[in-house]
């Protein structure tokens, strides 16, 4: 059981990384082609951001909802009811790090709850980097509009 609990864990970290790749090259492709004032650009890249990430919490929730029911990877204690909406709300907490400690895991479930953590983790970095690389490219782009040059005089 070991090993399946390995390669669940493994294909839910590969996925996400995928899911994200996409996220942030779709992003990458389409932000400077919008034809809105650069501010507005920032506030659809860090929405679309954001939006990844739930998608990726959502994956990992919908893996603890199945796995606790499938019923020999381990168990989720405390505060939780069993349902879906707990499970995403555990994958939230274990994603941003955050670790409340109101559910706990058992069994082949901690180590995915760690593994998300450090996921979270990394894809958190991951679209920070990207988010200042957007703002790099609209500082620049703003600096040599002549409508911005104007505007600040």
Not at 30 to 51: Q, Y
Not at 64 to 90: A, C, E, K, N, P
Request: some cysteine.
């Amino acid at each position: 059981m070991l090993f399946i609990a390995l390669l669940i864990n493994a294909a839910l970290v590969a996925v996400t990384v995928v899911i994200h790749y996409e996220i942030l090259r779709a992003l990458s492709t389409l932000i400077p082609r919008m034809k809105i004032h650069l501010r507005l650009r920032v506030v659809f890249g860090v929405f679309g951001t954001i939006c990844a990430h739930i998608v990726e919490i959502c994956l990992f929730g919908v893996a603890f909802y199945l796995l606790y029911h499938q019923g020999s990877f381990g168990d989720l204690t405390g505060r939780y009811d069993g349902s879906l909406v707990d499970s995403i709300y555990f994958s939230f907490v274990n994603y941003t790090t955050v670790g409340y400690g109101d559910i706990e895991p058992g069994g082949s479930l901690r180590f995915l709850s760690g593994l998300e953590a450090i996921t979270g983790l990394s894809l958190i970095t991951w679209s920070a980097a990207f988010m200042f690389m957007e703002m790099t490219n609209f500082w620049d782009e703003e600096s040599s509009d002549p409508q911005s040059r104007q505007a600040k005089q």
